[in-house]
């Protein structure tokens, strides 16, 4: 090369003509062609074959009715007229070129990265990891001197059809894979139109990927629309910048439904950050909270993902036999479900099995608050409110009328395999003395913590084994005996509590009341 003027290497030709015209003949296996105002490095054919006919009237013409090269990788075929004027006149050209690719990795080879940004070229590098294009051609006409003409003086497109490519298209998101579709470079601008592909078994029903200017933009836009399953939705966020949102939640819920999703990002190409705007629409969905094997069923809802969190202004489903209604926000604590609906005895006896279910019959309404924290000991933590009104209790000393207001709070510490924080705490307005609140903790081999009661107050450590072989112990601060007399074992039904293969008791208490004294 010399200057701004392309080099050739290896160029065997035929000349004939004079000053004022002449011809051309090519016939050159192993031909290099450098340009580095355009190129990076030499581009090196197997073979070239066609004619070359200049003219030399007011300026030099170079022409060629069609011009044949073809390397290991891509077969092309091109037409040209090349004008240099005189007087210092920028040269024009006219090029129309068709072309087959039959490795996707190498288009940066063609593309004029020169004079592209920084990190536009090392964007397309590793945009396309595999795949082969046909039917692509590339139009330039215009003053040389005006390329890549942004001010519309000429004229500069790229244009071909991809198949089969894998597209890498951001970071630290999953790559596009088999992907069809066309893609087209104008001027500065990008577009690749997607019409088929997939991310894992996410179905992609179209998507655009574009650069409004390689000279201007900040970001590349990434649109489309994905069929999913939830398990491979979830799967697909798990490897994007949203695992750390999505990861706790996938480890303690388990999910199935398929989903919709449109994808909208903008890629940074810099320094700046991710914009992010994906919604998902689910309907009749299911939910299964693992340590606690709940279903939440019906689940229909319109999840939004950005940068700051995930979000849902309604979630409507099904859980315990009753609809539920909830919302879904993220702040820089925690992610946060609200839920609200109405739980009855019945259900939740058969949900939990449990012999004190006996005592209590009705339903109420609650307030369930399921949190995804991001610091603490805790995976996950769920906090039930209600104040019992619509739910009768017969266990003296805490039993209640069904009209009556009791207020109850459940909370749970969960792990992905298991409950491993618990904590209830019951009012009784009518008779204070006999508020409940008991707080454990799950440290192998025990549940421990404390507890205040009627009955007693102290620390517990309960086994996690609860069989004949094993104890219980309490290191209580005081109990109430005559509370103790209270307890009524009688069930709604008529039948007596009956708890077999219970531990053994191990009791202390720094003191002892009968009848507060």
């Given at each position: 090369p010399m200057d701004d003027i392309p080099g050739v290497e290896n160029l065997n030709l035929y000349i004939k003509g004079s000053e004022?015209?002449?011809?051309?003949?090519?016939?050159?296996?192993?031909?290099?062609?450098?340009?580095?105002?355009?190129?990076?490095?030499?581009?090196?054919?197997?073979?070239?074959?066609?004619?070359?006919?200049?003219?030399?009237?007011?300026?030099?013409?170079?022409s060629t009715p069609l011009l044949e090269i073809n390397s290991d990788y891509f077969k092309t075929s091109t037409k040209l007229s090349l004008t240099f004027p005189y007087k210092g006149q920028p040269a024009f050209m006219d090029m129309r070129n068709s072309f087959d690719i039959m490795d996707a990795t190498k288009v940066p080879l063609f593309l004029p990265t020169r004079i592209l940004d920084k990190e536009i070229v090392t964007w397309l590098d590793q945009a396309f990891l595999g795949g082969h294009t046909t039917q692509g051609g590339i139009l330039l006409r215009g003053s040389l001197a005006d390329y890549p003409f942004i001010q519309a003086k000429g004229v500069f497109e790229v244009l071909f059809d991809a198949q089969d490519v894998a597209l890498h298209y951001a970071p630290d998101w999953h790559n596009l894979q088999g992907v069809g579709g066309e893609v087209r470079f104008f001027s500065t601008s990008m577009d690749i139109n997607i019409n088929q592909g997939h991310i894992n078994d996410s179905i992609l029903q179209n998507a655009i990927v574009s650069i409004d200017s390689f000279s201007q933009s900040d970001f590349i836009d990434v649109t489309g629309d994905?069929?999913?399953?939830?398990?491979?939705?979830?799967?697909?966020?798990?490897?994007?910048?949203?695992?750390?949102?999505?990861?706790?939640?996938?480890?303690?819920?388990?999910?199935?439904?398929?989903?919709?999703?449109?994808?909208?990002?903008?890629?940074?190409?810099?320094?700046?950050?991710?914009?992010a705007n994906i919604t998902a629409k689910i309907k009749d969905a299911r939910a299964t909270i693992l340590p606690m094997d709940l279903l939440i069923s019906d689940i229909t809802a319109d999840f939004l993902f950005t940068e700051n969190g995930v979000y849902s202004q309604q979630i409507n489903a099904t859980s315990l036999g009753s609809p539920i209604?909830?919302?879904?926000?993220?702040?820089?604590?925690?992610?946060?479900?609200?839920?609200?609906?109405?739980?009855?005895?019945?259900?939740?006896?058969?949900?939990?099995?449990?012999?004190?279910?006996?005592?209590?019959?009705?339903?109420?309404d609650y307030q369930a608050k399921l949190e995804f924290p991001n610091n603490g000991p805790q995976l996950c933590t769920i906090e039930l409110d209600s104040n019992l009104i619509g739910t009768a209790i017969q266990f003296s000393p805490i039993s209640k009328p069904e009209a009556q207001n009791h207020p109850i709070s459940i909370k749970l510490g969960l792990t992905p395999s298991s409950i491993n924080a618990f904590k209830i705490v019951y009012e009784n307005p009518v008779a204070l003395q006999n508020r409940v609140d008991i707080?454990?903790?799950?440290?192998?081999?025990?549940?421990?913590?404390?507890?205040?009661t009627?009955?007693?107050?102290?620390?517990?450590?309960?086994?996690?084994?609860?069989?004949?072989?094993?104890?219980i112990s309490l290191s209580l601060k005081e109990l109430d005996l005559s509370a103790i007399k209270k307890i009524n074992l009688g069930?709604?039904?008529?039948?007596?509590?009956?708890?077999?293969?219970?531990?053994?008791?191990?009791?202390?208490?720094?003191e002892l009341y009968w009848n507060h004294v």
């Open positions: 004022q015209h002449g011809l051309i003949q090519i016939n050159s296996p192993q031909l290099k062609f450098t340009a580095p105002k355009l190129f990076r490095k030499t581009l090196n054919f197997n073979h070239a074959l066609g004619e070359l006919h200049w003219q030399h009237t007011d300026a030099w013409e170079l994905v069929k999913s399953s939830l398990a491979h939705a979830v799967l697909f966020l798990t490897e994007s910048p949203f695992k750390g949102l999505v990861t706790d939640i996938d480890e303690v819920i388990d999910i199935e439904g398929s989903t919709d999703v449109h994808i909208d990002l903008k890629v940074p190409l810099g320094e700046q950050a991710l914009k209604v909830g919302e879904l926000s993220t702040n820089e604590q925690a992610i946060s479900a609200k839920v609200s609906g109405k739980m009855a005895i019945a259900q939740l006896a058969k949900q939990f099995p449990n012999p004190m279910w006996a005592y209590a019959q009705g339903s109420s707080n454990l903790k799950k440290i192998a081999p025990h549940w421990q913590g404390l507890i205040h009627p009955m007693a107050s102290g620390s517990i450590f309960i086994p996690i084994a609860f069989n004949k072989d094993s104890e069930s709604n039904d008529g039948a007596a509590l009956v708890v077999k293969n219970l531990p053994s008791i191990k009791l202390s208490s720094q």
